[in-house]
């Protein structure tokens, strides 16, 4: 990191976790003996560079470790988050929201040190808060076309957003309550999906947070958001979101095909067939035919309940993180410029997790032998 990069970064921090303290320029200004509260205002603009011994006191001032301000595996004074919730109280959410913060800092850093520049163009969705469900069902078939999703766009959706717009997306456990999340950095966007939901779940959290990173600057989502969206109530971004979800993982030609291929199979064995082949949910399937005209909403009231699948049908939860995640931590360790114990503390595992997730994503750490 560059000398500069670092002024910034502790710039940065001393004005976020005095506002964590509820404290006022003025009020820091007095405590570190300044004359006048333009001093602190001039360091936490980036216009003064702060002592050794400032700093300390600065720590001192807001009951700080002094590592915190040049800590880079942790976020601080940076990145925007919005998380899919139900029902989970803050302190829960708050301690999630730090995991997710040094999680996204370990793979920017270890990114910065294996000499990758951040991403500063990416794509964006011409959307408004005033833009109507069909510009979202229309900005879905569109991106559906052109990343080339094909039959199955939850097969292939995770590998397109990294590739396609250089974002991170992460399989976590979280707590019962947090569906997913959505992280905006500069140079760095992030999706979190909890990977104990179901498969047609977490298909749709991956593309409804997909919607909020296309749209960021335009329509910036609150910090929580409802875990379930009403179609016909509620705050109309969310709606959007979930109408571009449903279009781009059931885009209406493979929809349209698969209708037209049904022949004689009952409904409700055809939806929940239909809702296998397509990773998403019998719900979200049946409101998508709705909407294509091809099912009123009596009908759809009407609908018996389908038939639950096998326990033996159904997938494996995804490993922990993800492959690319898991390759830049085992780089790290096995280059010297982690130990394997930081890492795994950085990752909220132990030694042996770590070692045996590494392995599984094929990224052994020859560092580590396995017990027995």
């Not at 035919?289 to 939860?317: D, F, H, I, Q, W």
Request: aromatic content about 6%; hydrophobic content about 40%.
């Amino acid at each position: 990191m560059t000398t500069h990069s670092q002024h910034d970064r502790i710039a940065r921090r001393i004005k976020a976790l005095r506002e964590d303290a509820e404290m006022t320029q003025a009020e820091l200004a007095e405590k570190l003996g300044f004359n006048d509260r333009q001093t602190l205002a001039s360091i936490e603009a980036g216009e003064r560079r702060v002592s050794p011994d400032e700093l300390v006191r600065v720590a001192r001032a807001l009951d700080a470790d002094p590592d915190v301000f040049v800590d880079p595996f942790r976020l601080i004074g940076e990145g925007a988050f919005s998380f899919r919730v139900k029902e989970v109280a803050e302190p829960v959410l708050a301690a999630f929201e730090e995991q997710a913060r040094r999680w996204i800092a370990t793979y920017r850093e270890l990114g910065r040190q294996m000499g990758e520049e951040p991403r500063r163009l990416g794509q964006k969705l011409e959307l408004y808060p005033w833009s109507s469900f069909e510009d979202a069902d229309e900005s879905a078939h569109a991106l559906w076309e052109h990343w080339q999703l094909g039959d199955v766009p939850a097969d292939v959706l995770e590998e397109a957003i990294e590739t396609q717009l250089g974002a991170l997306v992460l399989h976590v456990d979280a707590a019962e309550g947090i569906s997913g999340a959505a992280s905006r950095l500069p140079g760095l966007h992030a999706i979190l999906v909890n990977r104990r939901e179901s498969r047609g779940r977490r298909s749709f959290d991956l593309a409804h947070e997909l919607f909020h990173l296309l749209t960021w600057d335009a329509m910036p989502p609150r910090r929580v958001e409802p875990w379930e969206v009403r179609p016909t109530k509620g705050n109309r971004v969310e709606q959007m979101a979930e109408v571009f979800a449903s279009t781009l993982l059931m885009p209406a030609p493979v929809v349209v095909n698969r209708w037209m291929g049904r022949g004689g199979e009952e409904l409700p064995l055809w939806m929940r067939r239909m809702a296998e082949a397509l990773r998403v949910s019998v719900p979200a399937l049946q409101w998508r035919m709705v909407n294509m005209g091809y099912l009123t909403r009596g009908e759809l009231r009407a609908l018996p309940s389908p038939p639950r699948p096998p326990v033996s049908a159904k997938e494996p939860t995804p490993l922990l993180f993800s492959r690319r995640f898991v390759e830049r931590v085992s780089w790290a360790v096995e280059t010297g410029r982690l130990s394997l114990r930081r890492a795994a503390g950085l990752l909220d595992l132990s030694v042996m997790e770590l070692s045996e997730l590494c392995a599984a994503h094929g990224h052994p750490l020859s560092s580590y032998e396995m017990p027995g």
